[in-house]
């Protein structure tokens, strides 16, 4: 079946390190594969997206590789702040109806 | 400002009394969809619409309803609700393809069923 994981249920860093917070998916051929980020209690807020065929996007301080051979997404938050403290999750299209599926998330903590 | 609103935001309510959880989008987006979300098993799809008189079950539909009469509003219907339904529940919509455009969160209702 087909399976999204996202490999950290929590990750601390301190403020100013770079944030790598890793998406693997099992048998799935997904479009495209989107970021989001979820501060408690509120829905949540989409950040990027990348496509099957680009391997790296960048938005300021963020930067998201989608290597589809390794199943594999990667999101960086590069001088990480404290209030990049959030759960982040990915979520792949795919199917013939592109639903969006969601992994379960990583709750990031930047610490001070 | 484009926005998702739903309501009510907080409810309490007993086994089997009917109930509408509303949401309403301001931006003409055709694809609208309702997740809920419980911890450890993440956001979950429950039904979505690709566009007016046109709904389709996600991965959770048991127990819930759903109706498309309009464009900006996209209902969700718990005939009967039971505790396992307690969540918190999110609206979504998308304007174009639900590939490439971003997908737009309402705050979140939060359902306990007693």
């Known amino acids: 079946s087909q399976k999204i994981e996202q490999n950290s249920e929590a990750l601390n860093i301190q403020e100013g390190k770079t944030a790598t917070l890793t998406c693997n998916y099992t048998?799935?051929?997904?479009?495209?594969l989107q970021w989001y980020r979820q501060d408690p209690g509120r829905g949540p807020v989409f950040l990027l997206l990348?496509?099957?065929?680009?391997k790296e996007k960048r938005k300021e301080r963020l930067k998201v590789t989608f290597d589809t051979t390794l199943k594999q997404s990667l999101f960086h938050i590069t001088a990480s702040q404290p209030a990049d403290s959030a759960t982040y999750l990915c979520?792949?299209?795919?199917?013939?109806?592109?639903?969006?599926?969601f992994g379960k998330g990583t709750l990031l903590t930047v610490n001070p | 400002e484009a926005q998702v609103t739903q309501n009510p935001r907080y409810l309490i309510t007993v086994t089997g009394k009917k109930l509408t959880v509303t949401c309403s989008q301001n931006?003409?987006?055709?694809?609208m969809s309702w997740y809920r979300q419980d911890p450890g098993l993440g956001l979950r799809q429950i039904y979505y619409?690709?566009?007016?008189?046109?709904?389709d079950k996600g991965d959770v539909p048991e127990g819930y309803k759903v109706s498309r009469k309009e464009k900006r509003n996209f209902p969700l219907i718990l005939e009967s609700p039971s505790p396992n339904q307690t969540s918190l529940y999110f609206c979504?919509?998308?304007?174009?393809?639900?590939?490439?455009?971003?997908?737009?969160f309402g705050p979140g209702t939060r359902l306990t069923v007693l």
């Open positions: 048998n799935y051929s997904p479009a495209y």
């Open positions: 619409s690709m566009n007016v008189e046109v709904t």
């Open positions: 979504a919509s998308t304007g174009g393809a639900v590939t490439t455009d971003t997908q737009y």
């Open positions: 979520a792949l299209v795919g199917g013939s109806n592109y639903k969006l599926t």
């Open positions: 990348i496509r099957e065929n680009e």
């Open positions: 931006m003409n987006h055709e694809y």
